[in-house]
């Protein structure tokens, strides 16, 4: 095996150890940084909806109180004004969905699904989980879901939420008197639930991936060509030349041309004290057939 094929061979076995590196520690990091991306839509999201909800309870159910006593009015309830508000985001960006889900509650369209009621039942179990992060399959891709909970803090909600009775007649009038009561102060009822597809951020996470990829393979080869040039230039060229006069020399011809010496490098002392060897050697050769 000739020097330049043992020295592509290590640079090849250099090239895929590099790579291999490079791939997972950038694939590691693109795709966590795509998660990260997806947790910031969703936190946007969630403010989006509770800075709703803050404005409809301090601006909107204060304008609205007379109106309500007379005929019920949904616009005065935070949640659903938040929900009302972002199915609108929703009609442009499909995949993005968020709900107030609710195991018992007012509105039908509320009602919790089955993997909804898992995660409000997680934030039942455990009082300090303030926050939960799920992933799910969907015939768009992975979901990626965040959810707070929904806790009765405020006494006010429980005059239309505990029984019936106390509630407004035109609430009951409006959604029946089957849903949404029996709440208990400090308790678990629903969760707030942004869901973002993954595949967005994903799938530019994995074009960049290809692309950093793909520049790493090129600079790789790159400097493998030019690093064969210079081995062919530098080193492989001078050293065939000095060994082809060495082979003639060995034959007995002592008659060729001498190495010619280029630049200052370990090549050219070579070649110089190659030069030098031989013409002693001639000289040499010169005195014993004087003799």
């Not at 509650?105 to 009082?127: G, L, M, Q, Y």
């Not at 951020?201 to 030019?226: K, P, Y």
Request: aromatic fraction near 6%; include cysteine; proline fraction near 5%.
């Amino acid at each position: 095996m000739g020097l330049k094929a043992k020295f592509n061979l290590v640079m090849l076995v250099a090239l895929l150890i590099g790579l291999s590196i490079a791939a997972a520690l950038s694939y590691r990091a693109l795709h966590e940084n795509a998660q990260r991306e997806v947790l910031q839509e969703a936190a946007i999201i969630t403010a989006a909806a509770s800075a709703i909800r803050d404005y409809t309870s301090k601006e909107i159910e204060p304008l609205l109180t007379e109106q309500s006593k007379t005929r019920f009015l949904p616009h005065t309830v935070p949640s659903w004004a938040a929900q009302t508000n972002l199915r609108t985001l929703q009609r442009q960006f499909r995949d993005y969905t968020y709900k107030e889900a609710a195991l018992n509650p007012t509105n039908p369209a509320d009602r919790a699904t089955d993997w909804e009621t898992d995660i409000i039942s997680a934030f039942k179990r455990d009082p300090s989980l303030k926050q939960f992060v799920s992933m799910r399959d969907s015939p768009v891709g992975p979901i990626l879901s965040t959810s707070t909970p929904i806790r009765i803090t405020d006494p006010a909600c429980l005059t239309c939420h505990s029984t019936p009775a106390a509630a407004p007649p035109s609430m009951i009038d409006l959604y029946g008197s089957a849903n949404g009561f029996g709440w208990q102060l400090n308790d678990v009822i629903g969760a707030q639930i942004v869901s973002v597809p993954t595949h967005v951020a994903f799938d530019r996470a994995n074009e960049a991936f290809r692309i950093s990829l793909l520049g790493l393979a090129i600079a790789f080869l790159v400097t493998i060509l030019l690093l064969n040039l210079l081995l062919h230039f530098v080193i492989v060229k001078p050293v065939r030349r000095i060994s082809t006069i060495a082979r003639e020399v060995s034959l007995g011809n002592m008659s060729g041309a001498e190495v010619q010496v280029k630049g200052r490098d370990e090549i050219a002392s070579l070649a110089e004290s190659f030069n030098r060897m031989r013409r002693s050697l001639a000289n040499a050769m010169k005195l014993l057939e004087g003799q």
